[in-house]
């Protein structure tokens, strides 16, 4: 399922590495509700470098197409079998201005972005 959303750009952290094959991903911040009195930050990630979040500037309006990603997990701790479900959204074309930047090939669908998650 391909989602978009206008938000407002707030910050983006540096590519953090993981693996041991150097693969990398990178988060960034939204403002969804800008004109509230309560703002509603989103957090979204992507991985490789397809994606320049460098050029975007704090206060930007944006667009972003994105995916959920969602999974189970199950632990221990203490002895207590436990388990929970951790979501993503995964961006994969970001829209400012006149700049379209996408993360995947323009035949991509969310199983191309599933394949990269790395849990």
Request: charged fraction near 30%; charge should be neutral; glycine fraction near 6%.
């Amino acid at each position: 399922m391909s989602l978009k959303i206008e938000c407002e750009f707030k910050a983006a952290s540096k590519p953090t590495t993981y693996g041991n094959e150097g693969k990398t991903y990178t988060k960034f911040w939204c403002d969804t509700e800008t004109k509230s009195e309560y703002p509603s930050m989103v957090e979204f990630q992507f991985f490789g470098e397809k994606l320049d979040v460098t050029k975007l500037k704090p206060g930007q309006p944006i667009t972003v197409h994105f995916n959920i990603s969602g999974r189970k997990n199950e632990w221990e701790k203490d002895g207590v079998k436990k388990s929970g479900f951790f979501q993503n959204l995964m961006a994969w074309k970001i829209e400012a201005d006149t700049t379209t930047q996408r993360i995947a090939p323009a035949q991509a669908d969310s199983t191309d972005v599933q394949d990269a998650i790395p849990f």
